[in-house]
């Protein structure tokens, strides 16, 4: 008999397909033919099953499904260390929008996703929830440079670089949208600022139109107790009780940061099947709150994460916003058990991509799931002795342990070199921005 050819089998001494959940191969490998994967086997079986045309033998890794990025503004990636040290309004108000109103443009958001997607792929991260002006540039980045992207479609009440009415947000909105379908590696979000920046009637339109499409909101939400109660004393209403009037408390939202909730309001967001996009490292910084993360994980609650941004962040890695989202959970619960390691480490894969309605695309090692794949090294003496490969993965493990990475089976980090990157010509592009910023702040 003869065998059937695969395009590439990728062993490695621990497999976390991540669904099942906690789940862990050892010497196992997988199979990928034409972008998707075919078979998760024993190494002993390969050769009795597959002609691989290639195969990569990763001893002392562990396999893995790519990261997703939930919450993030990449062209942001220029601010890296703007206006450190500040609470969230006058970081907005006095730094950053005034630098958008400065900077903002083309040439600014496809230079900071450049800077940003080589970073997140060196980091293992394989899809982003994009979220920023110039869409459709980000989207014509990220389909040159091959990585998976849901591109957030910005709507505002004020005037910006990339539209001047609320009316040409929306115009804009639908024909990036539109643009965008025929990229099976990209999605759309409609993704509205925050309740304090967006009115009613647009949040209204926002419903229709996220109903019509099929496509998630993807909202700055309760971000601190400050917009919360500001709300409540200018309104009388807290901002998740707006929502609900208003028919947004669905299974569309994706709320971002949820730092202050009371208990109805945890429940409503069960009940209504809202996903979260927790963002401890931006929410630690600007010192905006704790998300309940256990508290809405056992409420039911899908909760994904992200890194918001490099102003609020300073870096994209999602091997360290893992690490601080589970050992924040367990002091914000009063519990050590609270945020295990394999539900965090879920959280970071399967959880956003169910958030964003693709988990039957991505965000585990399933057969017929694109190959969106990564491997960590975990054979060094500051990763060893090893018990249980995915404790080590979430509290022992870096980003600069990520050797391989692969989006529908195509490579882009080959044994921690970036393919598709000059890093040089990054560097020296992002020196240059930092020059004219600096120069004209």
Same mark, same amino acid.
């Given at each position: 008999?003869? &065998? =059937?050819?695969?395009?590439? %089998?990728? /062993?490695?001494? +621990?497999?976390?397909?991540?669904?099942?959940? !906690?789940?862990?191969?050892?010497?196992?490998?997988?199979?990928?033919?034409?972008?998707?994967?075919?078979?998760?086997?024993?190494?002993?079986?390969?050769?009795?099953?597959?002609?691989?045309?290639?195969?990569?033998?990763?001893?002392?890794?562990?396999?893995?499904?790519?990261?997703?990025?939930l919450h993030a503004h990449s062209p942001m990636s220029l601010m890296r260390g703007l206006a450190d040290? &500040? =609470?969230?309004?006058?970081? %907005?108000? /006095?730094?950053? +929008?005034?630098?958008?109103?400065?900077?903002? !443009?083309?040439?600014?958001?496809?230079?900071?996703?450049?800077?940003?997607?080589?970073?997140?792929?060196?980091?293992?991260?394989?899809?982003?929830?994009?979220?920023?002006?110039?869409?459709?540039v980000a989207a014509a980045t990220y389909a040159e440079i091959g990585m998976r992207a849901a591109i957030g479609l910005p709507i505002i009440e004020f005037p910006s670089a990339w539209a001047q009415t609320i009316d040409e947000y929306f115009d804009k909105c639908l024909a990036v949208h539109d643009a965008v379908r025929g990229n099976a590696r990209q999605i759309t979000t409609l993704a509205p600022h925050a309740p304090y920046t967006v009115s009613d009637q647009s949040f209204e339109r926002i419903r229709v139109l996220s109903d019509q499409l099929d496509i998630p909101v993807h909202l700055h939400l309760h971000e601190t107790q400050f917009e919360v109660e500001d709300a409540f004393s200018r309104t009388g209403e807290r901002p998740i009780a707006r929502l609900r009037r208003l028919g947004l408390l669905n299974p569309h939202l994706l709320a971002v940061h949820m730092t202050a909730l009371n208990d109805s309001e945890i429940a409503q967001c069960a009940e209504a099947g809202v996903s979260v996009a927790h963002c401890p490292e931006s929410n630690l910084k600007l010192a905006s709150g704790f998300c309940p993360v256990e508290k809405l994980r056992r409420a039911g609650i899908n909760v994904a994460l992200g890194t918001d941004g490099c102003a609020s962040n300073n870096d994209l890695d999602m091997f360290g916003e893992l690490r601080t989202a589970a050992l924040l959970a367990k002091a914000v619960a009063a519990d050590a058990s609270a945020l295990d390691a394999a539900s965090a480490l879920r959280m970071a894969t399967w959880c956003g991509a169910r958030a964003l309605g693709i988990d039957a695309e991505v965000g585990s090692i399933e057969v017929g799931k694109a190959a969106d794949l990564i491997t960590l090294k975990l054979d060094q003496f500051d990763t060893l002795p090893i018990y249980n490969a995915i404790s080590q993965v979430v509290y022992a493990s870096n980003r600069r342990d990520v050797r391989d990475v692969w989006i529908e089976g195509v490579r882009k980090l080959d044994d921690g070199q970036l393919l598709d990157f000059d890093v040089a010509e990054l560097a020296q592009m992002a020196r240059g921005w930092g020059d004219r910023i600096r120069a004209l702040r």
């Open positions: 008999m003869t &065998l =059937p050819f695969i395009d590439l %089998l990728i /062993e490695a001494e +621990w497999v976390i397909p991540v669904q099942p959940h !906690g789940l862990v191969l050892a010497d196992h490998a997988v199979a990928v033919d034409r972008g998707r994967i075919v078979a998760i086997l024993p190494q002993a079986e390969v050769l009795l099953r597959y002609r691989p045309r290639q195969t990569v033998s990763r001893p002392g890794h562990a396999l893995l499904p790519g990261l997703m990025n040290d &500040l =609470p969230l309004m006058r970081w %907005l108000h /006095e730094h950053v +929008w005034p630098v958008e109103a400065k900077f903002v !443009g083309a040439e600014f958001v496809r230079d900071g996703v450049r800077l940003a997607a080589a970073e997140m792929l060196r980091g293992g991260t394989t899809l982003v929830n994009e979220n920023y002006f110039f869409p459709e």
